[in-house]
């Protein structure tokens, strides 16, 4: 297992884990909302070790490890929608919490992978550091704009509310409802890999306001496509076709904007990674490397 690491960046602290030999091209992966690092499968991390990548993960501030912002007061995501309050902090934050662990590393450049708000993230990162970037790659996320990516108007309400367990057995059966709305219909629900990376998330730091807290940077963050159109940069988009909570119209978006962008769609893939897709994944991210290397991998 890897061993977690703490990092000082951008004012907080950042908790990471690597895979792989440090010397090689390195990965880094930005999870989403509310969810922690370890919600990017071992087996997949160690996959993309073993294709010859320096694979980082980490926790975003407010989720497991790294710092939270304990009694910093969440507004209601509504009201920081409607412009009428101001989230504690932006996606540009959390932008510059990733270029400052990408710095504290000290591996030069490097290939950024974020999902769902970990996208958001990457994103950001790339308009205003395309310096720290060697390639991109965005998994079920959206440029920013309220035309594209949008929910499914029935998970509003869920995705607003949020859910506060009593204990640690609610807050798994927490993720499995959540998963059976929003995950893969056409994949088997990973229910036992589920309950375990719920449960020690749950361990390392269960934390509802942190969630809110995410949630209001992320309702709160501007419409990113005319920076997107300036972007010079190898880039991969992959989504599931059939994603209730980013709409592929925001993957879709992505690559249309993006110069040179690459998009995979994955039939009956939902909001989330499944199993059966992992072996894929790691096949395309590593051809996009080789490419932004312009020199191959070891096979």
């Given at each position: 297992?890897?061993?977690?690491?703490?990092?000082?960046?951008?004012?907080?602290?950042?908790?990471?884990?690597?895979?792989?030999?440090?010397?090689?091209?390195?990965?880094?992966?930005?999870?989403?909302?509310?969810?922690?690092?370890?919600?990017?499968?071992?087996?997949?991390?160690?996959?993309?070790?073993?294709?010859?990548?320096?694979?980082?993960?980490?926790?975003?501030?407010?989720?497991?490890?790294?710092?939270?912002?304990?009694?910093?007061?969440?507004?209601?995501?509504?009201?920081?929608?409607?412009?009428?309050?101001?989230?504690?902090?932006?996606?540009?934050?959390?932008?510059?919490?990733?270029?400052?662990?990408?710095?504290?590393?000290?591996?030069?450049?490097?290939?950024?992978?974020?999902?769902?708000?970990?996208?958001?993230?990457?994103?950001?990162?790339?308009?205003?550091?395309?310096?720290?970037?060697?390639?991109?790659?965005?998994?079920?996320?959206?440029?920013?704009?309220?035309?594209?990516?949008?929910a499914d108007p029935r998970l509003f309400g869920r995705l607003i509310r949020g859910r506060i367990a009593l204990d640690?057995?609610?807050?798994?059966?927490?993720?499995?409802?959540?998963?059976?709305?929003?995950?893969?219909?056409?994949?088997?629900?990973?229910?036992?890999?589920?309950?375990?990376?719920?449960?020690?998330?749950?361990?390392?730091?269960?934390?509802?306001?942190?969630?809110?807290?995410?949630?209001?940077?992320?309702?709160?963050?501007?419409?990113?496509?005319?920076?997107?159109?300036?972007?010079?940069?190898?880039?991969?988009?992959m989504h599931g076709l059939n994603d209730p909570l980013v709409a592929a119209t925001g993957g879709l978006a992505l690559?249309?904007?993006?110069?040179?962008?690459?998009?995979?769609?994955?039939?009956?893939?939902?909001?989330?990674?499944?199993?059966?897709?992992?072996?894929?994944?790691?096949?395309?991210?590593?051809?996009?490397?080789?490419?932004?290397?312009?020199?191959?991998?070891?096979?």
């Amino acid at each position: 297992m890897p061993t977690l690491q703490r990092v000082p960046a951008n004012g907080i602290e950042i908790a990471y884990e690597t895979f792989g030999e440090r010397s090689a091209p390195p990965l880094v992966l930005v999870m989403g909302l509310g969810t922690q690092m370890i919600a990017w499968p071992d087996e997949l991390c160690e996959d993309l070790a073993e294709r010859g990548h320096f694979v980082v993960r980490f926790d975003n501030r407010d989720a497991g490890a790294s710092t939270h912002l304990h009694g910093v007061p969440a507004p209601h995501a509504a009201q920081v929608l409607a412009r009428r309050r101001r989230p504690p902090y932006t996606i540009d934050d959390m932008a510059d919490d990733t270029i400052g662990l990408i710095d504290a590393l000290d591996v030069g450049p490097v290939h950024l992978v974020g999902v769902s708000m970990g996208g958001f993230i990457s994103q950001t990162v790339a308009v205003r550091k395309p310096d720290r970037l060697r390639s991109l790659t965005l998994i079920m996320t959206s440029t920013g704009s309220r035309r594209v990516g949008q929910a499914d108007p029935r998970l509003f309400g869920r995705l607003i509310r949020g859910r506060i367990a009593l204990d640690r057995e609610q807050a798994l059966d927490a993720v499995i409802e959540t998963f059976r709305i929003i995950g893969s219909k056409s994949f088997a629900l990973d229910e036992e890999w589920l309950r375990d990376v719920g449960g020690r998330s749950y361990d390392r730091g269960y934390d509802p306001a942190g969630y809110h807290r995410q949630l209001a940077a992320v309702v709160g963050q501007p419409n990113r496509t005319a920076q997107l159109a300036r972007l010079d940069l190898p880039t991969l988009v992959m989504h599931g076709l059939n994603d209730p909570l980013v709409a592929a119209t925001g993957g879709l978006a992505l690559a249309r904007v993006i110069r040179g962008a690459r998009f995979v769609g994955f039939s009956g893939m939902g909001h989330d990674l499944p199993r059966e897709l992992w072996p894929e994944f790691a096949d395309h991210i590593t051809a996009l490397v080789r490419r932004a290397e312009g020199a191959s991998l070891p096979r």
